[in-house]
């Protein structure tokens, strides 16, 4: 882990929240904290902590941590304040001025920046998708379970399970992760894909039955019980494709006694789901617009929380259609529908760094039964162009996906046999050859590249539009998020959003763009996910709430991850601590 030699990875009390359901009212903001295993102790000692600063010989009060001096930015939206925090048992306990204040360590944060810890509202740290001892913190492995690309960036708390996808049972998940001890605080939702394929088991594309969408509902009460703070959705994925809005409403209904929230992964976030394709599907398949609305009404009909999952306009020919998707949620929310968004600051998504210009129907072969089996994929491209029908198909949908991922200036080869290909874009290669056709462009990577590489190498598309990004940000309902796993630099090419999330929301979006304040980008990773989330005792500094709190430089703030070199930790992140002991 990068790190000053003033910082260091700690050990801290975390905590999983679950929801009480013998506690709770419906509609409560009350959660039930449960101590975590700590992590291990001997980590303190990589490198030495700064000694305490002096205070003086007045005694106003004993600290386990005393921060000194910095510029707060509570996490509500307010302009900075200058003050001391005093930490006891793991809480804020004093905020203001505190001289003479003694405590076991002191932080100078003269010069600097503290704010509430971040709380990064969709996280793949885990889900159900994860292998246990992978790139999830459910491994003993200290470097992956401290979380160290996560906590590097401020954040001190993730929901996890999302996309539908969650382990099964809940409380299984919970256990270990209790018994093993984890860096940042977790939050749990349900999977409604996982409860799904519990009930109708490989039998999943089409409507669920009445009786099965009652044994899904008995299912989603339990995960509740068990620890689940709400369910998440991942209607573009399978096996939620197939579900109807009633199925996911009356899922929803069953998180209202626990106060739990909805977070989707919606049906489709541009012209078409990812999974569309002209030439092989029915034309009018799902919007943007068409999404929203949905997740919309099942917060309409259902009173709970609900949230528009990493929230984009994907394709070039779709940029500017956030004003309509904006229009539609505050429409909403005017009138009563509590419906809120999150969105991780870049112009390209998760799947972009996995963009096959070619549709995968013209690369699969018919005959193999396994993968190993299966001829190269420009085999299979050659053959099918060798059908003057297919052809044609096979010409326009690959139109169809240049267009999809942002347009062919707008795709770039992130790794290719020939390495003059390198870091250029499919139009800035297309020039370099002389072609202009950019369709057949894409045909000849896949044809002159690596045979048994679907594309002929590897290419990020950038989707989306930085108009589009930005007017999503200003929103106030609009929370910060990273959609990243866990990360250490063995695990090869990731996303940027994996290190650099949250400092980036400051650097680029609010220092920079000037898309919204300061001030603005603090509270929607802290104070706006907080609420979201049902959390009344985190996401602001204020006395009696959980010492997650961030000490950072706002000069120097930056994300430093880029999609050439992406494990590189953010810059400007001074001190964070979660519950109250050290993380950074």
Known sequence: ??????????????????????????????????????????????????????????????????????????GTGNPWFRADIGVRD????????????????????????????????????????????????????????????????????????????????IRDQRSLLEAQGVGPNVMMMVGHGTVRREVMGDDFQRPATPEEVAEMQSLVRQAMGEG?????????????????????????????????????????EGADPMWYWPSQDEPGPPTLQDAIMETIEIGRRTGARVVASHIKAKGAHYWGSSGSAIQLIQRARDEGVRVFADQYPYATSGSDGNTVLIPG?????????????????????????????????????????????????????????????IGR????????????????????????????????????????????????????????????????????????RFYGTFPRKIRQYALTAGALSVEAAIRSQTSLPARIMGLNDRGEIREGYWADLVVFDMETIADRATFFDPHQHAAGIHQVLVNGEFVV
């Open 90 to 169: 793991g809480r804020i306990v004093a905020v203001g001025r505190l001289e003479g204040a003694r405590a076991d360590r002191v932080v100078d944060a003269a010069g600097l920046y503290v704010s509430p810890g971040f709380i990064d509202i969709h996280s793949h740290a885990d889900d159900g998708n994860a292998r246990i001892g992978g790139a999830t913190i459910r491994t003993n492995e200290i470097e992956r379970k401290a979380a160290p690309n996560v906590v590097s960036q401020g954040v001190t708390t993730v929901v996890v399970n999302h996309d539908g996808r969650s382990p099964w049972p």
């Open 425 to 496: 874009t499919l139009q800035e290669v297309a020039a370099l050859r002389g072609q202009s056709d950019m369709v057949q462009m894409a045909i000849d990577l896949q044809l002159e590249g690596d045979p048994d590489r679907r594309g002929g190498g590897r290419m990020r598309g950038f989707s989306m539009s930085e108009a589009d990004v930005e007017a999503y940000a200003a929103q106030p309902w609009v929370a910060t998020a990273s959609d990243g796993r866990i990360a250490v630099a063995e695990d090869g090419p990731v996303h940027p």
């Open 228 to 268: 689940a703070v709400g369910m998440s959705a991942g209607l573009e994925y399978s096996p939620g494709r197939w579900s109807t809005t009633d199925e996911v409403a009356a899922l929803a209904e069953e998180l209202v006694p626990y106060d739990g929230v909805y977070v989707s992964h919606e049906r489709s």
């Open 1 to 74: 882990m990068h790190r000053s030699s003033t910082a260091a990875l700690a050990a801290p009390q975390h905590r999983l929240y679950d929801r009480d359901p013998h506690a709770i009212q419906p509609g409560a903001d009350t959660m039930k904290p449960r101590t975590l295993a700590t992590v291990l102790a001997a980590i303190l000692a990589l490198v030495s902590l700064p000694p305490a600063a002096p205070v003086s010989a007045q005694d106003a009060g004993r600290f386990d941590v005393l921060i000194q001096g910095g510029r707060i930015l509570d």
């Open 361 to 421: 129907w013209a690369l699969a072969d018919p005959r193999a039964r396994t993968r190993e089996d299966s001829r190269p994929a420009a085999e299979m491209l050659r053959e099918n162009l060798g059908d003057a029908a297919k052809e044609a198909m096979i010409r326009q949908d690959i139109a169809h996906e240049i267009r999809r991922r942002g347009g062919a200036d707008r795709v770039m080869i992130m790794d290719y046999p020939d390495e003059q290909f």
